[in-house]
């Protein structure tokens, strides 16, 4: 039944216009760049409202491939139903050589910033608050939208590739969005990403079958979910601390796996540690994932 109601539903997502004359759209402040594409803050107007959007697109260096894996990540995002927690496509334009893939705007940045700045006004125990302040609940509520955005990129067979804080986006009201899923990664930012041969590679946040396979599943998103779970709780710590990139490839290879970091609750460290486990399939599912998270965000409370 489910996936006849997606199909229904995608087939109306796919009807539906996206496309857009540039005309309407006034570009702003660049919002981040990377070697081969850029994402600018825009102005969206139509006949009702003006909308604050994101503008992503390509840079004059891009290639052939490059331009086909963009005008795919658009196909992508027009099959794929709204979500809350995944970053949305609004608009369109692909009418010129320049094509826009217009989205939601996030106005409170990425996760890890946004943990960073929270830093020194996280209350551990439920002290006052001020309006800068996280509360562990809230740390809670990130990972569980975070795990239910990724529930539904699994549901579609989609393969994020990229998992981290610097790829979840912060919506007005504290609203988590997966973001850059289905595309090359170095295409609008450049850092956090080790070269290893050609392709840049998020060492750090890799299962370890990734690391020494190549392979890419739901399963190694669930890993790197493992690791986002550790940047939450450390507001945005990078793993591995102290440790070369090498220390950890070898590291990871014996078994070795990420401690508990200061202020992290048993059962929550229990939940990296499934994430991490050698056997792909001993790890969570995104669902049990969001699941289990809700749980110990209501016990919070
Ligand atoms: O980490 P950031 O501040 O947030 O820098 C990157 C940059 O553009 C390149 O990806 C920002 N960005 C991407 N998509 C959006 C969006 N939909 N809303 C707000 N910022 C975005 C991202």
Redesign the pocket.
């Known amino acids: 039944a489910m996936a006849t109601g997606h199909g229904e539903y995608a087939s109306v997502q796919q009807l539906r216009r996206w496309e857009v004359p540039k005309g309407n759209v006034r570009l702003d402040q ?5 070697h081969f ?5 825009g102005f969206l107007k139509s006949e009702q409202a003006t909308q604050v ?2 503008v ?1 697109m390509l840079k004059g260096n891009a290639d052939k491939q490059q331009k086909k894996e963009f005008l795919d990540e658009l196909e992508l995002m027009k099959t794929m139903v709204p979500h809350p927690n995944i ?1 949305g496509l609004i608009a369109c334009c692909t009418k010129s050589d320049k094509p826009f893939i217009i ?5 409170l ?2 996760l ?2 946004y943990l960073l700045s929270s830093r020194g006004s996280v209350i551990y125990a439920n002290l006052a608050a001020n309006s800068l302040t996280l509360t562990c609940s809230d740390l809670l509520s990130f990972a569980w939208q975070c795990a239910r955005g990724m529930s539904y990129l699994a549901n579609h067979k989609l393969v994020h590739r990229d998992l981290a804080a ?2 979840v ?1 912060m ?1 007005d009201g504290q609203v988590c ?1 997966i ?2 899923f289905g595309l090359a990664r170095d ?3 450049t ?1 956090q990403y080790l070269k290893m041969g050609k392709a840049p590679l998020p060492l750090r946040w890799m299962a370890i079958e990734s690391i020494f396979e190549g392979v890419t599943t739901t399963k190694s998103d669930v890993w790197s979910f493992g690791v986002l779970l550790w940047e939450i709780v450390t507001l945005g710590a990078i793993p591995y601390p102290a440790m070369s990139k090498d220390e950890v490839i070898e590291q990871l290879r014996i078994g070795y796996r990420m401690t508990k970091p200061s202020f992290c609750s048993d059962e929550l460290y229990a939940i990296m540690w499934q994430c991490w486990q050698t056997d792909p399939e001993s790890r969570p599912t995104f669902l049990e994932l969001g699941k289990t998270l809700h749980r110990l965000k209501t016990a919070q409370k």
């Open positions: 660049t919002l981040g760049s990377g594409g850029l994402v600018v803050k959007v994101a992503k970053v989205v939601e705007y996030c106005s940045g990425n890890r910033d610097r790829n986006l919506g969005k973001s850059d295409v609008y930012r850092k």
